[in-house]
Antibody, heavy 130, light 107 residues
Framework: EVQLVESGGGLVQPGGSLRLSCAVS????????MSWVRQAPGKGLEWVVN????????YYVDSVKGRFTISRDNAQNSLYLQMNSLRVEDTAVYFC???????????????????????WGKGTTVTVSS | IQMTQSPSSLSASVGDRVTITCRAS??????LNWYQQIPGKAPKPLIY???SLQSGVPSRFRGGGSGTDFTLTISSLQPEDFTTYYC??????????FGQGTKVEIK
């Protein structure tokens, strides 16, 4: 069974740090892009960051650039999110998600890659408060 | 890229046909996904590439549109469909954004 399990959330003071982990099972982590998505209490979903299969490409939402760092250890089947300089507005449930890629072919030999998040963990709660 | 969903909420009855709209601030081709989220649960993918149904998703869900305007249509609402739906653009370099969500409530 494909499974993602987040951990590491908790209560932290503004300016503090936390490291989230996402343990994966049931698939080969090294074959997939991975994402972190967060959801503030009572609010919508916010994409946070993507990382490619070997960790050489990372894309962050502007609000966390320079403060959050995504990493992965494919041998340990784990994804991480190091969160520094935390702010009250970082309070949220943080989900890790697997990114599925689908390729569609056009009529002239062209092709297009589509990405979506097909498997999600249940989330871990981060609360930033004094 | 900003994604704007409308309406923010709607009321409907079991068996109704409902349509949710998602508008992108620029042309995103058909790089548009839809997710369903039950309160307290993780999102679940419904539609990818604007109109492709994710495996296991009932055929009453249909996605459409391209460019800047997209729709999610539920042809006949079932009791388990009364929840929140999000669109998400996946255009180009994996810098993604979600719409603000649409809550489907029981009338």
């Amino acid at each position: 069974e494909v499974q993602l399990v987040e951990s590491g959330g908790g209560l932290v003071q503004p300016g503090g740090s936390l490291r989230l982990s996402c343990a994966v099972s049931g698939f080969t982590l090294s074959s997939y892009w991975m994402s972190w998505v967060r959801q503030a209490p009572g609010k919508g979903l916010e994409w946070v960051v993507n990382i490619n299969q070997d960790g050489s490409e990372k894309y962050y939402v502007d609000s966390v650039k320079g403060r959050f760092t995504i990493s992965r250890d494919n041998a340990q089947n784990s994804l991480y999110l190091q969160m520094n300089s935390l702010r009250v507005e970082d309070t949220a449930v943080y989900f890790c998600a697997r990114v599925e890629k689908t390729t569609k072919y056009g009529a002239y030999g062209d092709y297009y890659d589509y990405y979506f998040m097909d498997v999600w963990g249940k989330g871990t709660t981060v609360t930033v408060s004094s | 890229i900003q994604m704007t969903q409308s309406p923010s909420s709607l009321s409907a009855s079991v068996g109704d046909r409902v349509t949710i709209t998602c508008r992108a601030s620029q042309n995103i081709g058909n790089y548009l996904n839809w997710y369903q989220q039950i309160p307290g649960k993780a999102p679940k993918p419904l539609i990818y590439a604007a109109s492709s149904l994710q495996s296991g998703v009932p055929s009453r869900f249909r996605g459409g549109g391209s460019g800047t305007d997209f729709t999610l249509t539920i042809s006949s609402l079932q009791p388990e469909d009364f929840t929140t739906y999000y669109c998400q653009q996946s255009y180009r370099t994996l810098l993604w954004t979600f719409g603000q969500g649409t809550k489907v409530e029981i009338k």
